[in-house]
């Protein structure tokens, strides 16, 4: 065989090349004119390239004219159904030559029945929808078991309540519909094939089911505007796309090339154990099937045979070694399928200078030798640079909002309500619009003061619902709270009930991710993943795609927490394609661990209640204790001298910026006042600009505020600005406005440079000065009340960081224990090459390899997941890796400000606690300093925990685990540092450079695990007080299957190692 065997000893020796018959019509070998050759094309050139096979193909005039003895005869068949494919007679051909089949031929014709697939796939539980059947044997054919009422059919007493789906039996009928219930507006969408670019449409007069056939009613199952399609190749491998649904507005994204625009996504263990269970109830290899996420479960909704995912070259190049294995396994055993160190068709590739990179011991601090292994990596991570965060509040007495708020809270009228789908915040700006009046009236009474202030606030809720032209809740939220109530007489005559007469509208947006947000955290995202993982060649990736790496990210609620999240994962792992709020859902959210103050609630407003009094009385540095050389001791450190002098400067230059903002806005106003109060002004498509991490540059040409605010919004933020921070009836300041002017200063400063607002800058350094100040003091104005305010608010993230290093030491060590009792992992009679150029293991569950991931549903990973988990990790028996008990551990959590300064907080002053006394911080001296020093924690800051594992040390010893602390300041650069070799970047791009990681530790300082549970444990959550682990929705389709059902998945596959030769 012609250089067979992977680049073994084989070559040379004359073995005759295995023939691989693709037997399939012409179409889906090639694509004609296109720019991409089919994925089809691409997979046979690749296995060609190997030098073990000879690709025959039989051609269309054969396959439809010749008879199955004239065909060619090949040792492994490619064949399966399409459009006027003769699949009998390919099955009588398969029959008398007895081909290695990669798709068995016979199950194919399950697929052109949706009742069959439905059935196979509860037949081997996998989840589907809930869903049953109607079978109609002719046309409005009446069924005594089907009941259709304007809310629901019924199936044999079983209930769907709309919206639900309706899908034609035939799997070659794609036109399926979904019916809406009454109270969305009722209609139906027609979900068909793409014809040019549209793939839905809506039919709001449609409101009764189809009868002139036989079909399949199922739950609509809310996804989230995405559908996943998974592509199998052979039962241990699975690549993932997401994709706009049809479901959303039927309107095909697609890219400048014209394709449709998918998204790569990671597969959860169970997705991947549901693809492999797919491939094998229906012997296709190569299988497509489509996934549906809904509320943490996964289930499958169709499967649809033979595909390959398109245009993607690295897909191409796994399919093409997963295939190559499958023959080689079936029909030349005796031959090695390790895969060669360098594919054959990148022989002439230039080496990526990264690929050198030799191990680099433990990183940051120092080297303590080449027996240390990297076990864990923890990172606490605020979200990226993001839009000023805003709050209108008024009160509301008009009939039409309080009926819209009764509509939503079930009709109880002293229950708040909160509107955040689209459906709700439609309704609610189609009601604003009728309310605004079109034109102003005049200056007059007090009460015409208050309806203007009125009609103002009601103007700006209208503004923000119109702004970016779609809804979604990521952006804005709007609650309304009855206040006032009276007697009414109830409808039927019967008494009388309560009915709201007042409420109050507080309307949240702003707070968005920017594009200079999403581009800091996809370059943080790949900092790490070049910087964090010593010893990996190019990084994680290797590590990651090789089943050793166990990822899990985590997220607070909000929107921008998310986003970030996702473009850092992008970064991380190397993900292909735009980001967008799809990928959001790969993020776990856990809010009782990353959002929300309420626990310290009390003691902030303490805190600022003290700082108040510190900077209007000008007293300074008192209860210093005495300790000159801890200057962060003293009550209120870090906040200047002269603060007092400074807060009437402050509110001059704010009414100076105000004023300017209310010139442009008025000028904008009158332009809209022109116009109809239904010609919604689309100034900016957020959607659209989710993707993108640049700006956009015809904005800002035609002298227009960045991103999606306009000046109307714009001089809303700063009028807020004004009124809040000082008081002039009352003479006061408001000390917590401070962050706000200085967010809106540095965020002008940054995005809106283009202005040229007078007096901006000089705001900024003033804001700045203050803020630097204000900001760390208001969680504690001492250490131990920063200790005390830190404890609560991250007192579940420390528990959970507890719980992940305990996790990784327990596994670390039953793998040491193994090891050292058993040398089975050196059994293997495969090629040691060191593994950091070679291509995916052919074993893992994976979607595109190099983006697999254990990332599950789960909200906590607990000791009882690990042991599931490790079911999905690399098998050392199959490896092609150099150390396949390597194992390290990614735990990402993604908050806020208030989490970062909460978490820092205690471990720079948890030796103060009283139960720890005479302990040493946990940070060094000198990085006391530093910290006192960094005013500012800004945007991408991130805490990092790396935890090594040193293997040459008893087990039992203290020092077998050492941890390093480092930390960020992040985006920390003042946008009016115009010296730096960034100002380009930053007029350019709006974008802040992210600071370098520096040392909480110093040089050569070994803190043991033990030593950092001990100072964190009085702080944490203790584990015992989070929730009872239970089986994970993620999970319950696997681990809850009986044993029977496994092994018949295992005994059926039949390309099993050990399978005959001849594929049966």
Sequence with gaps: MGGGGGGEEEEGRGYKKITVGVCVMEKKVKCGSEVFSAPMEQILDRLKAFGEFEIIHFGEKVILEEPIERWPICDCLIAFHSSGYPLEKAEGYAALRKPFLVNELNLQHLLHDRRKVYERLEMYGIPVPRYAFVNREVPYQELDYFIEEEDYVEVNGNRF????????????????????????????????????????????????????????????????????????????????????????????????????????????????????????AFRQAVCGFDLLRSDGR???????????????????????????????????????????????WKVNEPVQPSEGRTRQGSGIIGTFGQSEELRCVIVIIRHGDRTPKQKVKLKVTEEKLLNLMLKYNGGRPRAETKLKSAVQ????????????????????????????????????????????GHFSGIYRKVQLKPLKWVKVPKSNGEGEEEWPVEALMVLKYGGVLTHAGRKQAE?????????????????????????????????????????????????????????????????????????????????????????????????????????????????????????????????????????QVRLLAKDEDEDLAETSPYDVILPYDQANALGKTNIDIDRIAAGLPCGSEGFLLMYARWIKLERDLYNERKERFDITQIPDVYDSCKYDLLHNAHLNLEGLDELFKVAQLLADGVIPNEYGVNPKQKLKIGSKIARRLLGKIL?????????????????????????????????????????????????????????????????????????????????????????????SESHIHSLMNVLRY???????????????????????????????????????????????????????????????????????????????????????????????SYLTLEKMEKMLRPFAMPAEDFPPPSTPAGFSGYFSKSASVLERLVNLWPFHKNAHTNGK
């Excluded at 050389?629 to 200047?640: K, N, Q, R, V, Y």
């Excluded at 607990?862 to 990790?873: L, Q, S």
């Excluded at 946008?975 to 450079?993: G, I, K, V, Y």
């Design 161 to 280: 309540w709309k919206p639900f789906v309706e899908k034609p039996v035939d799997g070659d009928n794609h036109s399926i519909m979904i019916y809406y219930p009454s109270s969305a507006g009722s209609g139906m969408k027609e979900l068909f094939r793409k014809i040019g670019n549209r793939s839905s449409d809506f039919h709001p007069e449609v409101r009764r089911v189809r009868r002139e056939g036989s079909y399949i009613y199922e739950e609509f199952m809310p996804t989230g505007g995405t559908d996943v399609k998974v592509y199998t190749v052979g039962p241990e491998y699975a690549h993932a796309e997401a994709r706009k649904s049809p479901v959303v507005d039927g309107v095909v994204m697609r890219n400048p090339d014209g394709k449709e625009v998918r998204y790569p996504v990671l597969l959860t263990p169970n997705e991947k154990q549901m693809a492999r269970e797919v491939c094998i």
């Design 298 to 344: 996964s289930y499958v909704c169709d499967v649809n045979g033979w595909s390959f995912v398109k245009n993607s070259y690295k897909y191409y190049d796994d399919a093409a070694c997963v295939l190559r294995k499958m023959f080689l396994d079936a029909k030349a055993p005796h031959l090695s399928s390790v895969i060669p160190p360098t594919l054959p």
């Design 425 to 468: 915040l439609q309704d609610l700006l189609d009601a604003t619009r009728m309310l605004v009046p079109c034109s102003r009236s005049g200056r007059g009474s007090d009460s015409e003061a208050e309806d203007l202030e009125h009609a103002e606030k009601l103007r700006q809720v209208k503004a923000v619902l119109e702004e970016g």
């Design 523 to 659: 370059e943080l995202g790949r900092y790490f993943r070049n910087n964090m993982y010593p010893g990996e060649g190019t990084g994680l990736l290797r590590l990651h795609s090789t089943y050793r790496h166990d990822l899990k990210i985590y997220s607070s609620d909000e929107g921008r927490v998310q986003m970030s999240a996702a473009a850092f994962a992008k970064g991380l792992l190397d993900l292909e394609g735009q980001l967008t709020p799809i990928l959001v859902s790969l993020v776990s959210k856990d809010s009782s661990m990353l959002d929300g103050l309420e626990n310290a609630s009390s003691e902030m407003e303490e805190a600022k209640a003290r700082l108040n009094e510190i900077i209007t009385s000008g007293a300074r540095a008192i209860h210093s204790n005495g300790i000159s050389e801890c200057p962060w001791m003293t009550d209120g450190a870090g906040l200047p001298s002269n603060a007092s002098e400074l807060l009437p400067k402050l509110v001059t230059l704010t009414k100076k910026v105000t004023e």
């Design 803 to 895: 719980i992940d290093l305990r996790n990784t030491r327990e596994e670390a060590l039953n793998v040491a224990e193994l090891k050292s009792n058993q040398d089975q992992c050196c059994t293997s009679t495969k090629t040691e090459k060191d593994d950091k150029d070679f291509p995916p293991n052919l074993f893992i569950k994976s979607d595109d390899t190099r983006r697999s991931s254990t990332t599950s549903e789960m909200s906590m990973d607990h000791d009882d997941d690990d042991d599931k988990e490790t079911k999905y990790r690399l098998d050392p028996k199959y490896a092609n890796v150099k150390t396949p008990e390597r194992h390290v551990r990614t735990r990402l959590y993604f908050t």
């Design 910 to 1004: 948890c030796n103060l606690d009283e139960s720890l006394q005479g302990e040493a911080s946990l940070v060094c001296q000198t990085a006391l300093e530093r910290l006192y020093k960094t005013k500012e924690l800004d945007y991408m800051s991130y805490i990092v925990v790396r935890m090594f594992e040193n293997t040459e040390v008893a087990l039992e010893d203290p020092k077998r685990f050492r941890i390093e602390l480092t930390f960020s300041r992040g985006a920390d650069l003042s946008p009016l540092e115009m010296n730096d070799r960034n100002a380009a970047s930053l007029h350019q791009e709006h974008t802040l450079p992210i600071m370098g990681p520096e040392r909480l530790q110093e040089v050569g």
